[in-house]
């Protein structure tokens, strides 16, 4: 089984930035990947970012592309997410998760991951 452990959530006022991480305590494939996914009260589990280890591709939603900024420590089997220009409706909980499979189409669903973090709120203040 694959522990995924959050770090790095909070408040900041918008405009400011935060930076989450996420450690594995390992890693089942040789076509990992890992990635986040946010959650606000009363919606869907919505796409962040997510990375692949092998080769380093990273994947983005819509609502964050040029904002934030997914990348990966091999050694630590950490993945780290800095998030810049936080807007109000950046504001959920950020969840951590590992696709062992890594197939490219299915990265952006929720359904692909295989492994969960239990969550880091974020809180941006407007």
């Known amino acids: 089984q694959v522990q995924l452990e959050e770090s790095g959530g909070g408040w900041v006022q918008a405009g400011g930035s935060l930076r989450l991480s996420c450690a594995a305590s390992?890693?089942?494939?040789?076509?990992?990947?890992m990635g986040w996914f946010r959650q606000a009260p009363g919606r869907e589990r919505e796409f962040v970012a997510t990375i692949r280890w092998n080769g380093g591709s990273t994947y983005y939603g819509d609502s964050v592309k040029g904002r934030f900024v997914i990348s990966r420590d091999s050694a630590k089997n950490t993945v780290y997410l800095q998030m810049n220009s936080l807007k109000f409706e950046d504001t959920g909980v950020y969840y951590c998760?590992?696709?062992?499979?890594?197939?490219?189409?299915?990265?952006?669903?929720?359904?692909?991951?295989?492994?969960w973090g239990q969550g880091t709120q974020v809180t941006v203040s407007s």
């Open positions: 390992k890693r089942t494939s040789n076509n990992w990947a």
């Open positions: 998760a590992a696709d062992q499979n890594g197939i490219t189409s299915s990265l952006r669903q929720a359904h692909t991951y295989e492994y």
